[in-house]
Structures are given as C-alpha cells and as structure tokens.
Nanobody, 128 residues
Framework: QVQLVESGGGLVQAGGSLRLSCAAS????????MGWFRQAPGKEREFVAA????????SYADSVKGRFTISRDNAKSSVYLQLNSLEPEDTAVYYC?????????????????????WGQGTQVTVSS
C-alpha cells in the first residue's frame, strides 16, 4: 500500500508560480510512474503531467505545456510539479497519483484509470 501526501498549494496571483510536492511512502517508489491530475469545481478530473519510473520521460497536457514541469527524486521518494505563469483557469485541487509499472521502464500513463494510488489533493487558487 502506497501513501501519497501532497503539499505546496496555495493562493497566488495570475502570472505567479508555485511548486507542488508529493511524498510517497509504503512502497518501492522507483517501481511507479507518477502523475499529477487536477479537478476544478464542477469539472471532471483531468490529466496534467506524468513522469516515468526513472524520470527521463515526461508527458504534459496541452493546456500546461511550457508552463508546468514535472520532476522526481527517487532517493527522496518524491515527485514535484513546478507551476509557472499561472492563470485563473489553473485553479483546481491538484492530485498526485502512482501507477505501478513493474519492469516497464518507459511508460508514462495519462489515463487516471491506470493509477493505483492517489493523494488527498492540494488546493491551488489563482486570482486574476
């Protein structure tokens, strides 16, 4: 059983930056691809970014490409999401998720149904 705890959310003005962190425990972190998803009020949860087991392959939603950066530190069992040039449309609860990959090294899942474990979420609010 993997536990995920997000942190780093908050209130920021448009154009500002935040760095989200997700600390994992209870499993072999390097066996999991990691992803970030978000859910805005009244909307379905959507994919934001994902990173493969070793951290050298990433994938981004078109809406955040060039503004957000996902990274991971396997030694610290943590994944990060750097949010730059934030827009009011980025306001949402951001969730960290883990997708078990076993021996698969290059997969970067973008479908939430491929993720086995989820954090509780951290709120990001961008004011205009």
């Amino acid at each position: 059983q993997v536990q995920l705890v997000e942190s780093g959310g908050g209130l920021v003005q448009a154009g500002g930056s935040l760095r989200l962190s997700c600390a994992a425990s209870g499993g072999t972190f390097s066996s999991y691809a990691m992803g970030w998803f978000r859910q805005a009020p009244g909307k379905e949860r959507e994919f934001v970014a994902a990173i493969n087991r070793s951290g050298y392959i990433t994938s981004y939603a078109d809406s955040v490409k060039g503004r957000f950066t996902i990274s991971r530190d396997n030694a610290k069992s943590s994944v990060y999401l750097q949010l730059n040039s934030l827009e009011p449309e980025d306001t949402a609860v951001y969730y960290c998720a883990a997708s078990y990959q076993g021996l698969l090294r290059t997969r970067v899942p973008t479908d939430e149904y491929e993720y086995n474990y989820w954090g509780q979420g951290t709120q990001v609010t961008v004011s205009s």
